[in-house]
T-cell receptor, first 113, second 116 residues
Framework: KQEVTQIPAALSVPEGENLVLNCSFT??????LQWFRQDPGKGLTSLLL?????REQTSGRLNASLDKSSGRSTLYIAASQPGDSATYLC????????????FGQGTILTVHP | GAGVSQSPSNKVTEKGKDVELRCDPISGHTALYWYRQSLGQGLEFLIYFQGNSAPDKSGLPSDRFSAERTGGSVSTLTIQRTQQEDSAVYLC??????????????FGNGTRLTVT
């Protein structure tokens, strides 16, 4: 059974800092690794998707990396802004979960001015 | 274009009543997922549909839960004889193709269910 873990559970940083969110998964036979953002009372917004054959994806100030062999992914946020405050979730598609997307518990990010 | 639409956005019901939650996926998306998010918990997979294939119901927590998808588009999640532990946010998502490596999931805003 695929298990996804995110560290840290919560993070508070001053505006302008670069930060890294960590995600690990137990079954490396994945199709892709996805990062989402969730604002309070809202659904999830897709940020980045890294296919199993890729090592990283970039979108604006966001960069996500994938190391399948070690079962790890990181989300790097450059020059953080208060608007980046949200819960960030990673999810692995595939492995022993037969194509279901397995989510981590999320990292609650607060960026203060 | 329009995203995934869920209704109602909030539902309060009495214990023992049945409820129906609706999901309108993005047009053209063949895969549809239901997840549940409880307070302090992660997202729990419930069921997914892919085209005309038989749905994967392996995540449904009990036989009180069922879902259908009519015409490969709109989906309804039904909870019979609701219990207080069913209180959660029910999220629907769709994607272009199930298990495709480059198809991100698009989520609706969810239905917040409260069972009193």
């Amino acid at each position: 059974k695929q298990e996804v873990t995110q560290i840290p559970a919560a993070l508070s940083v001053p505006e302008g800092e670069n930060l890294v969110l960590n995600c690990s998964f137990t079954d490396s036979a994945i199709y892709n690794l996805q990062w989402f953002r969730q604002d309070p009372g809202k659904g999830l917004t897709s940020l980045l998707l890294i296919q199993s054959s890729q090592r990283e994806q970039t979108s604006g100030r966001l960069n996500a990396s994938l190391d399948k062999s070690s079962g790890r992914s990181t989300l790097y946020i450059a020059a953080s802004q208060p608007g980046d405050s949200a819960t960030y979730l990673c999810a692995a598609l595939g492995g022993t979960s037969y194509g279901k997307l397995t989510f981590g518990q999320g990292t609650i990010l607060t960026v203060h001015p | 274009g329009a995203g995934v639409s869920q209704s109602p956005s909030n539902k309060v019901t009495e214990k023992g009543k049945d409820v129906e939650l609706r999901c309108d996926p993005i047009s053209g998306h063949t895969a549809l997922y239901w997840y549940r998010q409880s307070l302090g918990q992660g997202l729990e997979f419930l069921i997914y549909f892919q085209g005309n294939s038989a749905p994967d119901k392996s995540g449904l927590p009990s036989d009180r839960f069922s879902a259908e998808r009519t015409g490969g588009s709109v989906s309804t999640l039904t909870i019979q004889r609701t219990q207080q532990e069913d209180s959660a946010v029910y999220l629907c998502a769709s994607s272009l193709a199930y298990r495709a490596e480059n198809s991100p999931l698009h989520f609706g805003n969810g239905t917040r269910l409260t069972v009193t």
